[in-house]
């Protein structure tokens, strides 16, 4: 099992920025692989952004050159640095790791760009 503890979500106004963070525990080594999906309001999940253990990064077609994500391998952490932000990127944003073969989510955290 792999818990998370996400944050960073919250209010901004169009333009603004935030910062996601979301800490991965468990029985678990090393992570191949950690990212961020989202679910706006009525829309389906969608993927944000991913980054390997390696160093690859992958951004959907919406947050690339706006979005940034990093990670701290050694602490199982990733996060999403997100400016320009824009009222379509209203969301909930929920970590996510593949891990031993297998797909884990966070709770997530809501993140709301409103004036």
């Known amino acids: 099992q792999v818990q998370f503890v996400e944050s960073g979500g919250g209010l901004v106004q169009p333009g603004g920025s935030l910062r996601l963070s979301c800490a991965a525990s468990?029985?678990?080594?090393?992570?191949?692989?950690m990212g961020w999906y989202r679910q706006g309001p009525g829309k389906e999940r969608e993927l944000v952004a991913y980054?390997?253990?390696?160093?690859?990064?992958s951004y959907a077609d919406s947050a690339k050159g706006r979005f940034t994500i990093s990670r701290d391998n050694a602490l199982n952490t990733v996060y999403l640095q997100m400016n320009s932000l824009k009222p379509e990127d209203t969301a909930v944003y929920s970590c996510?790791?593949?891990?031993?073969?297998?797909?884990?989510w966070g709770q997530g955290t809501q993140v709301t760009v409103s004036s």
């Open positions: 996510y790791a593949y891990v031993n073969r297998r797909d884990y």
């Open positions: 468990g029985s678990i080594g090393s992570i191949p692989t």
């Open positions: 980054m390997t253990s390696g160093g690859t990064r």
